[in-house]
């Protein structure tokens, strides 16, 4: 939607002034200062009210009073240290969504729409008091018909159509601030239209109903780790039920050492589940605070709030692995190597400043003993280089580090000798020689070797078809001459090695007839004439490899 239909739309008017306003009376002034550029947004005459807090507290407090989208928007941004400072993406951590919960009848016609029926039908028993209420949500006690104990989260009335209009004003205005700030190094519409998917996801809980579906295949074999079942009779886009998890909170260590837990094994079995989630499955909870970790009558723990989950394929897994080996192996050489193979190293950047900052983090990390390294400070060190250099990691590698940043921090709050570097030394090792063991390796590149085996096949026929196309005058090349004789030059030189092929492919091709044959001079039981046909045809294809990968390197 263009901008100018937008303030055609009074909603959206009045919502802009509303935005504008909290800019202005925080003291983001300058940004209303630069949409108002020729007048396109006629709202000048606020007035601007700078406030003596820090820049990073000004933004926390902004975004809180803008409401659900932009504290949602908010948490999605605390994840991206290409984009903001790390001051500003701690502050961004203590967003807070809980809001005053809404009227339980106007609850129950949402869950009576969506289930399409009657509360007291589908319930025993539901209680009408909220156990939890956010800016999207809120969650129930329940008992199902069949006697299943449930939590019941339903989207708060309205909250899908203010998302989607805040998110149209903010496409808006990310259209504007690309046209206005030229200079910006960000693409503001990209990472608007990115955190907007993200967020879109969050409204539909049948994704959320998955992710807690996954999790639970994932550990199904694993008996320190239990996942709540979702009941998808009771589930739509704006209603999750899921088994009600009786359990103890992992932030409450009084009670649990009053009930006589044992500490250090649910700190180790966190840290292993999440060890598990990253390299083992690629899938991993985003969000792995003290109240999403609960800890069953059996010790085992369960995690609760499937709406934050991280991604990571195979490929980046094993990346990570190797990235975090040269870490340890004190390379800096490798780290750069490997960043560079991840495409994260901008073209522009300097990379002699980059590897001296990193030799220093590295450094840290390899002269400190295991037991002493602090993930929360290691994370904040590497965010840092991250947002300096603008590298572009893969979008969930904060999330991953932030999870592993929470987890050390529950884990050293149930247990003060808790490292989660020493069991992810252990962990990721046995992981690396696992992935590039000689068995392991084989298996995974079997089917390349059957898919390059298969063009090997295909080759002569798609000689014989170029040949034929060669013959018959039908080959055309279209080329946009820019610079004539360079041109001319390079085209023979084409021609030339098109030409050499040729012969070395009729070489091969008339060597192999020739040895399949019985007559003429042997030599080891084999043609002489195909022998020197094979060998004339070698010399020829390896001229023209190293012409290419030689010659034209020198060129360059």
């Not at 008992?143 to 339903?154: A, C, F, L, M, P």
């Amino acid at each position: 939607m263009r901008f100018l239909s937008i303030l055609s739309n009074k909603k959206y008017i009045i919502r802009y002034k509303e935005i504008l306003k909290v800019l202005t009376k925080n003291g983001f002034g300058f940004i209303a200062e630069v949409l108002s550029k020729n007048k396109r947004i006629p709202f000048i005459f606020i007035k601007k009210n700078y406030v003596s807090i820090s820049l990073p507290e000004r933004i926390r407090i902004t975004l809180e009073e803008l409401g659900p989208t932009f504290i949602k928007m908010g948490q999605l941004l605390s994840t991206r240290p290409d984009l903001l400072p790390h001051d500003v993406i701690e502050e961004l951590t203590k967003l807070q969504d809980g809001v005053p919960p809404v009227d339980f009848d106007i609850i129950k016609k949402i869950i009576e729409d969506e289930l399409g029926s009657s509360i007291s039908v589908l319930f025993q028993m539901f209680d009408d008091r909220p156990i939890a209420s956010a800016s999207i949500g809120q969650v129930y006690r329940a008992r199902t018909i069949e006697g299943y104990d449930v939590v019941v989260k339903v989207q708060r009335p309205g909250i899908y159509d203010k998302i989607v209009g805040d998110l149209t004003i903010l496409k808006s205005i990310a259209r504007i601030l690309n046209e206005r700030l030229t200079d910006s190094p960000i693409d503001f519409v990209d990472v608007v239209n990115e955190l907007s998917t993200s967020l879109l996801n969050e409204l539909d809980y049948t994704l959320e109903g998955n992710n807690a579906a996954r999790f639970k295949e994932n550990f199904i074999n694993e008996d320190y780790v239990y996942i709540p079942e979702i009941y998808w009779n009771y589930t739509t886009k704006k209603v999750l039920t899921m088994e009600y998890i009786d359990g103890i909170s992992v932030k409450n260590k009084n009670l649990l050492i009053e009930k006589g837990y044992d500490l250090k094994k649910i700190a180790y079995d966190g840290a292993m589940s999440i060890l598990m989630q990253i390299f083992e499955y690629g899938f991993f909870h985003g969000d792995p605070h003290p109240g999403n970790i609960l800890v069953r009558y059996d010790g085992t723990i369960s995690y609760i709030d499937f709406g934050i989950v991280g991604y990571i394929d195979k490929s980046n897994r094993e990346m990570i692995i190797e990235l975090f080996k040269a870490f340890a192996d004190n390379d800096t050489d490798e780290v750069i190597s490997i960043l560079s193979d991840m495409d994260a190293i901008r073209s522009d950047t300097n990379i002699k400043n980059l590897k001296y900052d990193l030799s220093n983090v590295i450094s840290y990390f390899y002269n400190t003993p295991l037991k002493n390294i602090n993930i929360e400070d290691s994370v904040r060190k590497i965010m840092t280089i991250i947002y300096k250099y603008k590298l572009m990691m893969p979008a969930e590698f904060t999330l991953l580090l932030k999870s592993l940043a929470t987890i050390e921090g529950v884990g050293k709050e149930l247990d003060p000798d808790f490292s989660i570097s020493d069991i992810a030394k252990d962990f990721i090792h046995k992981i690396y020689i696992e992935n590039f063991s000689l068995s392991k390796t084989v298996k995974v590149n079997l089917k390349d070797l059957h898919k390059i085996s298969l063009q090997f096949r295909k080759f002569p026929r798609k000689l014989q078809s170029i040949l034929t196309k060669i013959v018959k005058d039908d080959v055309k090349v279209k080329l946009n001459i820019e610079e004539t004789e360079k041109m001319k030059y390079d085209l023979n030189l084409m021609i030339n090695k098109i030409i050499i092929s040729i012969i070395a492919s009729s070489l091969i091709i008339g060597s192999s007839l020739i040895l399949s044959s019985d007559g003429g001079y042997k030599l080891y039981g084999y043609n002489v004439i195909g022998l020197l046909g094979f060998i004339v045809s070698f010399v020829l294809c390896l001229s023209i490899v190293y012409n290419i990968i030689f010659v034209e390197k020198r060129k360059k």
